[in-house]
Nanobody, 114 residues
Framework: QVQLVESGGGLVQPGGSLRLSCVAS????????MAWYRQAPGKQRELVAT???????NYADSVKDRFTISRDDAKYTVYLQMNNLSPEDTGVYYC????????WGQGTQVTVSS
C-alpha cells in the first residue's frame, strides 16, 4: 500500500522557519521524483519544489533562496526546509511522488501569522 505521510507543519511567526518531512512507503522511493506542492485558501495547488531521483532540484521563483528540498533515500524521506517565512507561504503543503504514476500525501497545514 502506497503511503506518503507529511509532518512538521504548524503556526509560525513571519521570518520564522519550519521543516516539513514526508515519509514514503509502498513503492520504490529511490526512482521517483519527489516534490512539495502547496494550496493557499481560495487558490489552486502550486508546485513549490522538486527533487529528482538523481538529486537535481527546482524551485518556484517565490521560494528560491528561502526553501530547500532534500531527500534521504535510505529513510524514504523527503524534506522541505522553509526559512524566512511570510504570510504568503500559508497553506496546506502536500508531498508528491511522480514517475510514470503519481502519489499524494494528505497534506500538512502551515500558517504564517503574527
Amino acid at each position: 500500500q502506497v503511503q506518503l505521510v507529511e509532518s512538521g507543519g504548524g503556526l509560525v511567526q513571519p521570518g520564522g522557519s519550519l521543516r516539513l518531512s514526508c515519509v514514503a512507503s509502498g513503492f520504490r522511493f529511490t526512482v521517483y521524483n519527489m516534490a512539495w506542492y502547496r494550496q493557499a485558501p481560495g487558490k489552486q495547488r502550486e508546485l513549490v519544489a522538486t527533487i529528482f531521483s538523481w538529486g537535481d532540484t527546482n524551485y518556484a521563483d517565490s521560494v528560491k533562496d528561502r526553501f530547500t528540498i532534500s531527500r534521504d533515500d535510505a529513510k524514504y524521506t523527503v524534506y522541505l526546509q522553509m526559512n524566512n517565512l511570510s504570510p504568503e507561504d500559508t497553506g496546506v503543503y502536500y508531498c508528491n511522488a511522480a514517475r510514470f504514476d503519481s502519489f499524494w500525501g494528505q497534506g500538512t497545514q502551515v500558517t504564517v501569522s503574527s
